[in-house]
């Protein structure tokens, strides 16, 4: 079992940034590809990013490309998405997933509480 604690949310103006942080409980994270996905307020959930067990790839959703930046830092248990120029439709809970697919398929096996991000136009 993998436990994740998002944290970093916030409020912020549009054309701000914030750095999302998720430290994971298990020693064994750097076996696990990691994911930030988001779910707004009436709508599903969706993918934002993810990275490899390594680092070596990573994934945007295309309404995130050239803003987000995902990056993990295995010594510390730690994956992080640094978020610039963010817009109001940005606004969602913001969830860190952790799982053996989250690169190639987008799913994640552990899941975060979440953290809530509010972009004010």
Same mark, same amino acid.
């Given at each position: 079992?993998?436990?994740?604690?998002?944290?970093?949310?916030?409020?912020?103006?549009? /054309? /701000? *940034?914030?750095?999302?942080?998720?430290?994971?409980?298990?020693?064994?994270? *750097?076996?696990?590809?990691?994911? !930030? %996905?988001?779910? $707004?307020? /009436?709508?599903?959930?969706? %993918?934002?990013? $993810?990275? *490899? !067990?390594?680092? /070596? *790839?990573?994934?945007? $959703?295309?309404?995130?490309?050239?803003?987000?930046?995902?990056?993990?830092d295995n010594a510390k248990n730690t994956v992080y998405l640094q978020m610039n120029s963010l817009?109001?439709?940005?606004? $969602?809970?913001?969830?860190?997933?952790?799982?053996?697919?989250?690169?190639?398929?987008?799913?994640?096996?552990? !899941?975060?509480?979440?953290?809530?991000?509010?972009?004010?136009?």
């Open positions: 079992q993998v436990q994740l604690v998002e944290s970093g949310g916030g409020l912020v103006q549009a /054309g /701000g *940034s914030l750095r999302l942080s998720c430290a994971a409980s298990k020693r064994t994270f *750097s076996i696990y590809d990691m994911g !930030w %996905f988001r779910q $707004a307020p /009436g709508k599903e959930r969706e %993918f934002v990013a $993810a990275i *490899s !067990w390594s680092g /070596g *790839s990573t994934l945007y $959703a295309d309404s995130v490309k050239g803003r987000f930046t995902i990056s993990r817009k109001p439709e940005d606004t $969602a809970v913001y969830y860190c997933a952790a799982g053996l697919q989250v690169v190639a398929a987008k799913r994640g096996d552990y !899941w975060g509480q979440g953290t809530q991000v509010t972009v004010s136009s």
